[in-house]
């Protein structure tokens, strides 16, 4: 565990782009000054697999972290002329992605319906974000041709599998989730969720399960390079906003959106479904079904071979705390004494999944005698030495 400061309190913009690059990217300080030090970490992880060319990203966090403010940042920061944006949200979370998308991203924001979903957009010279609703999918059919600079999914586990969203892609693809899969598995839809992240990057579905079932035994994390799990555990300096803090947050876009004439949606409360059970079934095979999922991971798969994977040459968001960070008197990073992590490295660069210790501890624990397997090896920056001299 470590601490990393707010950006906000550094009364400056943050540069994203590293030396040597061409051109320098930096995120403004009007948009800085409402960044928490969480949304900075996956900034900086969309804008470090985009400055190296992989095609997309997952980002995977727990709720209340806010995607609309941390994608709208990412806009800014890159998105300087003539481009398309498609967002696929919820309408309960719409207002949110236009707030930000419109305050933040600086973009013209365009609600997709059965009115102009045909448009084309021909010779647009201004910068525009789509906003589809995820329940109005077949709307997304109009959309299959256009040259987006950037497809961004909300909830994306529950959409991925269907058929129109394999056809909608940018130059740069962004999933997000709020689901763990390390709690809750489903190797199928993981595939599919990166594959259309990043095309081709963890091959076929059979290799996949392969892979996937030894990284799970040995606790490697192999989709570091895709998929970024962030959680509140995850720095200590993190701070999960009280009720309160969002509860205000909620009335201001409200009121947002009623002054610009936008419908806000109220809160619905999700009716549980009773479950109808089989009189004709015996009642050991209702619960054996209820026991098993359709996210069933393949364990009896045997294990032939590797996948060798690029290595990490640098740990960038280390790199940008550092750098932006080099002028404060104060630590930039200090260890906190937890238990199970005394003397790890680095989570971000390690390759194990980063996880939660208290939400997902029941799948932790049990992997958590290290001393009896091989530990893999990972390289190591400059900058992470630095850190781990700091500490």
Known sequence: MFYVKNPSTLNKPWILSKQGDDTPISIPLEVTKHLKNYHIMAVEFLYHNYRKGIKGSILNQEPDMNYPLELSAFFRALVKGPAIILVICSRQSSCFWHFHLTNHADVEVIQVTSKNSSNTYKGNTKKIALLLYSDSLKLAEDLTEHDFFSVVIENFDQIAIKRVI??????????????????????????????????GCVGKLHEFYEIDNKNFELFNDNYRFWWMRLTWHFCESFEKPTDEDLETYSRQIENWASSNSLIFPSKQEKKPRKRKLDKTKPQDDIIS???????????????????????????????????????????????????????????????????????????????????????????????????????
């Open 166 to 199: 394999k056809r909608l892609n940018g130059n740069f693809n962004v999933g997000l989730t709020c689901r763990s899969f390390y709690t809750d598995p489903d190797q199928k839809l993981q595939w599919n969720m990166l594959n259309w992240a990043n095309p």
């Open 289 to 391: 079904d209820s026991c098993s999922s359709e996210a069933t991971i393949i364990s009896d798969v045997p294990i032939d071979k590797d996948v060798q994977l690029p290595i990490m040459d640098e740990s960038p968001i280390l790199t940008s705390i550092i750098k932006n960070f080099e002028i404060s008197p104060e630590p930039i990073l200090t260890r906190a004494s937890v238990p199970y992590s005394q003397d790890r490295s680095l989570p971000y660069t390690q390759t194990q999944p980063t996880c939660s210790y208290d939400s997902e501890s029941s799948v932790i624990l049990s992997f958590m005698q290290e001393e009896d397997k091989p530990k893999p090896s990972t390289s190591r920056s400059e900058s992470e030495d630095f850190i781990l001299n700091l500490i």
